[in-house]
């Protein structure tokens, strides 16, 4: 049986993954996702089985004065204060061989996603590799709250300068604003 947050990725990201070209949909168990940040799996045109990190950023959980930033930049969850894995790690960590296919990152507005990205992990995980990432990590921040997670703050823009830029998203909505 699936869990509340598994029925709501399901729920909402399955009729885009579907639109961009995927079948065979289905939600993962806990061990890949706990471990290797894997939420879901499909296959693409080819029949190749490829796995998705779903994540979703609701506008309602975002504070006001930075609302105008909110499509603009993704986040990355850095910490957790029970201290398991967290995306960071397991998208980043140099000897992990098992990670997801596409980091799926959506803009939630409490009722559907009104504009996406997907992002082909190997390239993510190269522009780490290069260090391009290592910059962000000084603006990481809390959620609203102060007392979860530490998440870092990228810019879509600023990933779009860098080497092999045009690999790295694979899909995102028609009128997503960072690309019109």
């Not at 995927?22 to 894997?38: E, P, R, V």
């Not at 201290?83 to 997801?100: A, C, G, I, S, Y």
């Not at 990590?137 to 990933?159: C, Q």
Request: hydrophobic share 35%; net charge negative.
């Amino acid at each position: 049986m699936l869990a509340d947050f598994d029925r709501e990725k399901e729920h909402l990201w399955f009729p885009i993954l579907q639109q961009i070209g995927f079948s065979s949909l289905g939600i993962t168990g806990d061990g890949l996702d706990q471990k290797h940040a894997m939420d879901a799996c499909g296959v693409d045109p080819d029949d190749v089985v490829k796995y998705f990190a779903l994540r979703i950023r609701d506008e309602g959980s975002y504070s006001p004065y930075r609302l105008r930033q909110f499509k603009q930049e993704f986040t990355i969850r850095y910490s957790d204060p029970s201290d398991v894995p967290v995306e960071w790690q397991k998208l980043f960590e140099p000897n992990r061989r098992l990670f997801p296919d596409f980091f799926c990152y959506g803009w939630f507005n409490r009722e559907h996603i009104t504009d996406y990205v997907v992002l082909d992990v190997r390239i993510l995980r190269y522009f780490h590799q290069q260090g391009y990432l290592q910059q962000y990590k000084a603006n990481r921040r809390r959620n609203i709250n102060s007392l979860r997670s530490e998440f870092v703050f990228i810019p879509l823009r600023d990933l779009l300068q860098f080497p092999d830029a045009d690999r790295l998203i694979v899909y995102h909505s028609e009128n997503h604003p960072v690309f019109l």
